[in-house]
């Protein structure tokens, strides 16, 4: 195998013309610069140079791997600089996935303060919901994943693999129209609102409100659903129905013609930035992760 600091001294010999000038040169002993030529050869399996007396001749090889040696040592001290920079985050990328809610509130206050702390790491940011953005984690597809779970989910071990940075605890609130019989009440049980017309939201909250249903005796009517908070925020200040949503999701939206109440018993989701082990090492990742931790500081 060639190794770069063979391919120094061979340029250097070819310079100077002797190993002794080299040595000067390179700020090493003459034996130092023999010793490294003999190995490079022994690399190559064929002489580099030739020896007439006190001159240094190159061979047809030697002339080749010097011609090739100024490509390859420009290009290994670019990769040098380059991995120098992203280790002290004056470069890097990171690929964030969020959840939409997330991407809304706590993603803007975090980049900026990584961009005002790191300006040349650079950040992407694609949304999707989990389970599917840690799928795209695990699958190489981002490098952060800012997800969420339910208190109490069946698959607490789904994260086992991953580091694992708390952001918030999320509560969920109800949310009536304004001339509901409730809208004023301090806090509602789940129960009480057994009757109503529901719009739900994303599958997994869908499900969630479903269990919180069944729990206090009840199937929901679930009248609506879509992916889009502001829609139900929307349908609800229509008057057509009810719902439950994590307070994150309130903070970007005027609820319009719809009252958010307290829901008893508390129901809470876990926000938090995922990543996998080995990128928890890589700067830029890290600095992502400790500023989306901080997020809910603001």
Do not use: N
């Amino acid at each position: 195998m060639i190794e770069a600091r063979h391919l120094r001294v061979l340029r250097a010999v070819a310079a100077t013309g002797s190993f002794s000038a080299a040595a000067r040169e390179l700020g090493c002993t003459q034996p130092a610069v023999s010793q490294q030529m003999k190995a490079l050869e022994a690399s190559t399996g064929t002489p580099l140079l030739i020896r007439t007396g006190r001159e240094m001749r190159l061979t047809q090889a030697g002339e080749a791997l010097v011609r090739h040696a100024a490509g390859i040592l420009a290009g290994l001290t670019a990769a040098e600089e380059e991995v120098a920079a992203i280790a002290g985050l004056r470069a890097g990328r990171v690929r964030l996935v969020s959840f939409p809610s997330g991407s809304s509130t706590l993603v803007p206050g975090a980049l900026a303060a990584l961009r005002a702390a790191h300006p040349g790491t650079r950040v992407s940011l694609e949304e999707a919901e989990p389970p599917r953005s840690v799928e795209m984690l695990r699958e190489g597809d981002c490098d952060v994943a800012l997800a969420f779970r339910y208190e109490g989910a069946s698959a607490a071990e789904e994260w086992d693999d991953l580091v694992v940075r708390p952001v918030l605890a999320d509560r969920l609130v109800g949310l009536v129209p304004e001339g509901h019989r409730l809208a004023k009440a301090d806090a509602v049980t789940i129960g009480e609102l057994a009757d109503e017309s529901w719009i739900a939201g994303c599958p997994r909250c869908r499900r969630q409100l479903v269990e919180v249903c069944r729990g206090a005796g009840f199937e929901p009517r679930i009248d609506f659903a879509t992916d889009d908070y502001p829609a139900v925020i929307g349908l609800v200040g229509a008057g057509l129905g009810v719902a439950v949503l994590p307070e994150l999701a309130l903070e970007s939206v005027r609820p319009k013609g719809a009252r958010a109440v307290v829901v008893e018993p508390a129901v809470r989701r876990e926000i938090v930035a995922l990543t996998l082990p080995d990128l928890a090492q890589v700067p830029a990742v890290a600095a992502t992760l400790d500023r989306l931790a901080r997020a809910a500081e603001r």
